[in-house]
């Protein structure tokens, strides 16, 4: 049996990466730990760059996941003003 222990941050406002950076900073984790930055706040967001950011970091930690309730820019384009080619938006439903 594999165990995993999980550690949950919450992303209110300011920047993303300060908020994951703040955490991880805040101890030393396991190898086996994996980290939930659970994204409450809307907006739109570029997790392709954020995700390259990430790996560049150096942290203990394998696995990072972003979670949020939100679409896909690119399925909800007709809505959006402005031109955004070149990157992965997502945008969050939350307000």
Same mark, same amino acid.
């Given at each position: 049996?594999? *165990?995993?222990? *999980?550690?949950?941050?919450?992303? $209110?406002? =300011?920047?993303?990466?300060?908020?994951?950076?703040?955490?991880?900073? &805040? &101890?030393?984790?396991? #190898? /086996?730990?994996?980290?939930?930055?659970?994204?409450?706040? =809307?907006?739109?967001?570029?997790?392709?760059?954020?995700?390259?950011?990430?790996?560049?970091? $150096?942290?203990?930690? /394998? /696995?990072?996941?972003? *979670?949020? #309730?939100?679409?896909?820019?690119?399925?909800?384009?007709? /809505?959006?003003?402005? =031109?955004?080619?070149?990157?992965? #938006?997502?945008?969050?439903?939350? &307000?």
């Amino acid at each position: 049996m594999h *165990v995993r222990e *999980v550690e949950v941050v919450e992303y $209110i406002n =300011g920047d993303l990466l300060d908020t994951i950076r703040t955490k991880l900073s &805040k &101890k030393q984790y396991e #190898p /086996n730990t994996i980290l939930i930055c659970y994204i409450s706040r =809307g907006g739109i967001f570029d997790f392709k760059k954020e995700s390259e950011i990430i790996l560049k970091e $150096i942290t203990s930690l /394998n /696995n990072i996941f972003l *979670v949020f #309730p939100g679409l896909k820019l690119t399925d909800i384009q007709q /809505n959006v003003r402005g =031109g955004c080619r070149g990157w992965t #938006p997502f945008v969050s439903d939350e &307000k």
